[in-house]
């Protein structure tokens, strides 16, 4: 089956060769995590390396902190507004919720004019204020995640956890994985007094995934995927083990 590459080393292996076309991928981690990295990086590459033109929707960061943090790691957003290839759109929950549901919106206009592939939503968890209770928000989510879709777009839904290590977030959040097609979860692992970042792959509907916690680090040069922690669980100080466990109880035996 055709893979839409993220062409971010080390993830698209965890992929299985990437992400599914015309899917929603919820990218979730605390503060700091490499969330905003790590869709800037989709973005980029989609236009770089696989001529994908893309869109950015964002509701918190302005825009010219983008392109000043793409800068740091080399990558000239401004470059590729200019060509065409890239376009950054600041909103509202409230104005993208009514541009989807209508036809000719900011989004649908935007993706045609550019033959937009991909979009990075920063942030989904700004659609709370929307909703006053779970089922709600949830109700709010999947009418965002299908606007997207039928307008032909795999998109990159990042969402803040509270959680700095260990456990996920409450149930109201957890409740979106069901929604997503796939779900990446970032996390600080601390093993023995250090601080390292660690990716592990949750959920990729309809394939085959890497199921074990890999390490990630933020380079120069964007995101990178290293090794399994693998052999060093001894080391840890639980936490990993406690990601999983977590993910089972809140996820899987829910499903059950
Ligand atoms: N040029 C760089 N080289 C190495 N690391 C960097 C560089 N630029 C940023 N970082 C790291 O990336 C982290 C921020 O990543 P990012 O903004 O993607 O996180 P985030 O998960 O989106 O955070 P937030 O929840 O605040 O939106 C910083 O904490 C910093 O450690
Ligand atoms: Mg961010």
Known sequence: MDRVRTGI????????GGFLPQTANLVEGAPGTGKTTLGMQFIYKGITDFGEPGLILTFEQDTQQYYHDAANFGWDLKRLVREGALRIIRSSP???????????GQ??????????????????????????DPVAY????????????REGLVSILT????????????????????????????????IASVVHRALLVLKLRGSDHAKDIRRFEITEKGLVVRDKFEGQEGLMSGTPHSMVRAFEKAFVEKRR
């Open 9 to 16: 080393k080390g993830l698209d292996e965890m992929l299985d």
């Open 107 to 132: 989004i649908e206009l935007a993706a045609r004019d550019l033959g937009a592939r991909r979009i990075l939503v920063d942030s989904l968890s700004h659609f709370e204020c929307l909703a006053s």
């Open 94 to 104: 409230e104005v993208t919720l009514a541009d989807l549901e209508h036809v000719g």
């Open 159 to 190: 969402r803040e956890s509270p959680a700095l290590l260990g456990e996920p977030g409450d149930d109201d959040q957890e409740d979106v994985a069901f929604v997503v097609d796939s779900y990446l979860l970032l996390r600080y692992v601390e």
């Open 138 to 149: 949830r109700r709010v989510v999947y009418g965002f995640i299908n606007g997207l879709k």
